[in-house]
């Protein structure tokens, strides 16, 4: 299994990410932190948008690349520059703007992806908000949770991890929600956020910082 696991000399722990579950992969290559493959999401999605198969996905506008398989609602709107692969559903009243849908990833109704990358078979159940944020692997952002990705006083975003805080040098970063972790309805993650593996926010709560994998978060 390739995933990214940067894992220190003093072998802290370190959010790990699938790179077989989505059409990503590449742009997570040669970067030390997962992080920093959202500011690339826009140049990637130009150079790697002409070589998918002819034959499997349809250009529907310039810059955006859907599935045959994909299905997109008649009030949905995807908007430059855009992936969605096989199996996706893109639900009624929906955004997606700059980033990239895993396969049979499904965006629930009334939400909005900006900047984003989602992997295979992660679900935002509706009225959901992902901005400049990764959503692993079967992760689910609950009815209504939102992700931001700009602090109030418009500083750098920085992410807390258990071995150091980095500071990433953009001041709109959202938040990177790991392989099975799930986000609770009506919660709200603050920018800088990594909510591990399996981790579980529950519903109505306010995170920030590092949560565990495994764990429990109100």
């Known amino acids: 299994m390739n995933r990214i696991a940067k894992i220190s000399k003093t072998q802290r722990p370190y959010p790990t990410l699938d790179l077989a579950r989505t059409a990503a992969k590449e742009l997570f290559h040669d970067r030390s932190r997962p992080w920093e493959a959202i500011f690339g999401i826009g140049a990637y999605i130009y150079e790697y948008g002409p070589k998918l198969p002819y034959d499997q996905y349809d250009e529907i ?8 398989s994909a299905y997109l609602a008649p009030t ?3 908007e430059s520059p855009a992936i969605i692969c096989g199996g996706a559903r893109i639900c009624n009243h ?11 990833c499904t965006v629930g ?10 992997f295979d078979r992660s679900r935002l159940c509706g009225h959901n ?20 990705d700009t602090r109030l006083d ?7 991890m258990p071995d150091e805080r980095y500071i990433s040098g953009r ?16 919660s709200v993650v603050n920018p800088g956020t990594v909510i591990d593996s399996n981790a579980y926010i529950y519903p109505l709560s306010s995170v ?3 949560i565990p994998p495994y764990s429990r978060t109100r």
């Open 94 to 104: 929906t955004l997606v703007e700059r980033s990239i849908i895993g396969s049979f």
């Open 61 to 68: 506008a310039s810059g955006v690349w859907v599935h045959i």
């Open 76 to 78: 949905a709107k995807i």
């Open 129 to 148: 908000s992902l901005s400049s944020s990764i959503l692993g692997y079967e992760a689910t952002l609950g009815e209504g949770a939102m992700i931001t």
């Open 208 to 210: 920030s910082g590092y």
């Open 154 to 160: 418009n500083l750098n975003v920085s992410i807390n």
């Open 109 to 118: 109704e009334m939400s909005t992806v900006r900047s984003s990358i989602t």
């Open 171 to 186: 001041s709109h970063l959202g938040a990177i929600i790991c392989d099975g972790a799930h986000v609770g309805a009506s």
